[in-house]
């Protein structure tokens, strides 16, 4: 599920800490690309936190405590263009509500000490690693703790890929949260588990667990759980399908999203089974399959009393089209309820 915004916003103060952020971390990855090769190794070698240096580092009397500077570092350093956008992406959807929550300077603190504290948990369970551990991600799972004690009542509009579409849902923010967290303990676990490294597929899971449990340890010590002057969560200023508006409860919006896409693979129904596309020798065939055995359990009650016609050549379910208009009928009926609540 990818964030792409929430019911909170940017709140009361602009977010000039998140952003600066934002900003210092692309401007260290546009450095990075100028460099090539060995070069490139070299810097993320040396600003990246080395597990099996930082460890050493911080015993008492140790020739050099330099290697700890990389926990800070490291959080500005990426591997690429989607490790990047994908950290940048969760900083900025959930960021804006923590620092108004916190305050810039506070929340600037916090951000680069969870970081530096998820790092070195990290390290401590992969002590012999020799790979740098870079990016931001550990001081963003911070952010992800706390943002989820604090606005309890948010929703969060995701994208998700559905088949081979890409479909937005309103989802209470603290079930993206946790499904965040539990996959990310439980891949930590396995890993652990089942192999030598304490990451699985080069990820630092470890370093998020870390982070997400400190962030929401700090939320619940400083006592941030959503307060009477909190802004309302229920204004997502996006577009709502299934006619429900942009005001509506969070309830009534996933509702229309949940609508919304079952319309969506009814229509793509009717256009494979109209063009005869679900045919084992159609090149598509593999794709309109599923399309059309999602869909069944939908239109089966409708298959016995409508008809399929033919139109123009091609076959076309009356019974998908009825089965569309009633899903929309339902769904405003069941919006409305939660409308007037």
Known sequence: ????????????????????????????????????????????????????????????????????????????VHAGVLHLGGNMLFLWVFGRAVEDRLGSPLYLGFYLLVGCVAGLVQCVVSPGDPEPLIGASGAIAGVLGLYFVSYPTAWTRVLVPILFFFWTFDLPAVLVLAFWFASQFFVGVAAITHATRATSGDIAVWAHVAGFVLGAGVAFGLSLRASPGSRPAQAVRTRVGAGVGEHAPGPARLVASVADLAALLLAARLVVSFFGLVAPRSPVAS??????????????????????????????????LVAMLGVYVLAGLVGQVFVRK
């Open 1 to 76: 599920m990818i964030p792409l915004g929430d019911s909170i916003g940017g709140g009361r103060r602009r977010p000039v800490a998140t952003i600066a952020l934002i900003v210092a971390n692309a401007l260290v990855f546009v450095y990075e690309l100028t460099l090539r090769g060995a070069a490139l190794d070299e810097f993320v070698q040396r600003w990246g936190a080395v597990p099996r240096l930082v460890l050493p580092a911080l015993a008492w009397g140790a020739p050099s405590h330099a290697a700890l500077f990389t926990l800070l570092t490291s959080q500005f």
């Open 287 to 320: 794709y309109a399959a599923p399309i059309v055995s999602v869909t069944q359990p939908v239109v089966a009650p409708l298959q016995g009393f409508l008809p399929t016609l033919r139109v123009m050549g091609g076959a076309l379910e009356t019974y998908t």
